[in-house]
């Protein structure tokens, strides 16, 4: 059984900084593509940054310059530092990854069950 699971959220003031982490367990044999999501009060699911295997990270135009994405493969672990933050990045913040599992071999996207980030103003 596969799982990830973010921790790191909570509650800052505008310009302040929060680190995301979030960790995948289980049989795994192999992770490709991890990202962070995340999905503002009223609003839909977005992208916010993607991270492929020695491919420099993606990150949506909202969010550039103030958060970065980074892996530890070592420990199945990605992690999202966000700096500056604004009233505007307030969401729950999904975690995501492409996982080959070790028994059956095959391929699948899993995400985590999210995690709370408010910016208050």
């Known amino acids: 059984q596969v799982q990830l699971v973010e921790s790191g959220g909570g509650l800052v003031q505008a310009g302040g900084s929060l680190r995301l982490s979030c960790a995948a367990s289980?049989?795994?044999?192999?992770?490709?593509?991890m990202a962070w999501s995340r999905q503002p009060p009223g609003k839909q699911r977005e992208l916010v940054a993607t991270i492929i295997d020695g491919v420099r990270p993606i990150y949506a135009e909202s969010v550039k310059g103030r958060f970065t994405l980074s892996r530890d493969d070592a420990r199945n672990t990605a992690y999202l530092q966000m700096n500056s933050l604004k009233p505007e990045d307030t969401g729950v913040y999904y975690c995501s990854a492409n996982i080959q599992s070790v028994r059956s071999g095959a391929w699948r996207n899993y995400w985590g069950q999210g995690t709370q980030v408010t910016v208050s103003s």
């Open positions: 289980g049989s795994i044999f192999s992770i490709n593509n």
